[in-house]
């Protein structure tokens, strides 16, 4: 696996994916940028829920030469259902590979991804209402008004095209009600 460009690093990653069948959505920033307004990042957030063994495969697939991953920490991420970070060692373009959640919440946002052309490639993608969700709870861990920067572009472009009962319900659940008006204020 080898690339050059983001694009590149997407299309090997998610030919990755598909070809072990690793269950992958992408989420953060692209997902935002895709349902509501752009924004830079050089970095490339992925959710992900593989077996032991599928893990093992990406990781045996991943050319040193090209990538650096510590097979360790993503084997304890897989343990921990955390996050452990691949980077394409030519461009610096960091995958950050977050391994789904146990959680309700984790299960049906990967229930629901939907597929999306980011950088012209057709990928599962988090659906608009749980990019929201997931951003105010990065916002609720992190106090990042870039988050709820990135919800107001949402709802700026998506708004009339949101399920808003399964919003309400787990923004009451997730205990997120501040943080989604501080957000829909600034839309």
Partial sequence: MTASAPQDLLRAIVERFDSIGIPYMIVGSFASTAHGEPRSTQDLDLVIDPTPEQLEQLIVGLDAEHYYVDADVARDALQRRA???????????????????????SIAEMDRRQLTSILGIRVATATPEDTIIAKLEWAKLGGSDRQLDDVAGILRVRGSEL???YLDRWIAELELADLWQRARARK
Avoid at 83 to 105: G, H, P, Q, S, Y
């Fill in 83 to 105: 996050m452990f970070n691949v980077i394409e060692i030519e461009t610096a373009w960091k995958l950050d590979l977050v391994i789904r959640k146990a959680r309700a919440f």
């Fill in 163 to 165: 399920d808003v009962a």
